[in-house]
């Protein structure tokens, strides 16, 4: 398996545009998790999905954020307006079973709004 | 929520044991405690997960006191190759748990 797939790598935007961030977790996981980490705040939980349902999404930051899992190898992280204080790395990562099973992380978005 | 604290930096010499304490004062009684490892452009990678006592695998210990309100990852023998940031990751027991980073320790390893 390739393992969990991100794209784009790098996105450099201006402020106010929409932004979307792409994932392709591991086949055969029923868990996807989104992470934003900065250096101020560290790795923080956005959002998760178990079976392509958002279980919790007490994390993502506002209203400008949102995030869709149509189908079990693909989501997606979409901002919208950005503001420059968006401006992060966004990991996605899977896992198999149970909430508490080990997170294969992908490569990550390198987030950048001028 | 569980509020995870880690020591910002240590510094080791190859060869050394390193611990690395993490403190979770409010863990819930079904959370599970994870440790990963990040190198620079990467995602964190997963190291060792423990619940209680003590786990061991190939690349680490884990060890947790009877209380739970923290742990200690254990790397034997470090390498350069383990200069790295290290996150401990506490939740998760229940659907209602948040998942809940440490600030991470960033491990420098001297020849």
């Known amino acids: 398996d390739a393992g969990v797939i991100q794209s784009p790598r790098h996105e450099v935007t201006e402020m106010g545009q929409e932004v979307t961030l792409r994932c392709k977790p591991i086949s055969g996981h029923d868990y996807l998790f989104w992470y934003r980490q900065t250096m101020m705040r560290g790795l923080e939980l956005l959002i998760y999905?178990?079976?392509?349902?958002?279980?919790?999404d007490s994390g993502m930051p506002e209203d400008r954020f949102s995030a869709k899992m149509p189908n079990a190898s693909f989501s997606t992280l979409k901002i919208q307006p950005s503001e420059p204080r968006d401006s992060a790395v966004y990991f996605c990562?899977?896992?198999?079973?149970?909430?508490?099973?080990?997170?294969?992380f992908g490569p990550g978005t390198r987030l950048t709004v001028l | 929520l569980a509020k995870t604290t880690q020591p910002i930096s240590m510094d080791s010499y190859e060869g050394q044991e390193v611990n690395i304490t993490c403190s979770h004062n409010?863990?819930?009684?079904?959370?599970?405690i994870t440790w990963y490892q990040q190198f620079p452009s990467q995602g964190p990678r997963f190291i060792i997960q423990?619940?209680?006592t003590k786990v061991t695998n190939e690349v680490a210990s884990l060890f947790i006191p009877a209380d739970r309100k923290s742990s200690t990852l254990s790397l034997p023998r470090v390498s350069l190759s383990d200069t790295a940031v290290y996150y401990c990751?506490?939740?998760?027991?229940?659907?209602?748990?948040?998942?809940?980073f440490g600030g991470g320790t960033r491990l420098m390893v001297k020849p």
């Open positions: 990562a899977s896992s198999l079973g149970v909430l508490t099973r080990e997170q294969f």
């Open positions: 999905f178990n079976n392509n349902v958002p279980i919790d």
């Open positions: 990751l506490v939740g998760g027991g229940n659907a209602g748990n948040m998942l809940t």
């Open positions: 423990g619940y209680k």
């Open positions: 409010n863990i819930a009684t079904n959370d599970y």
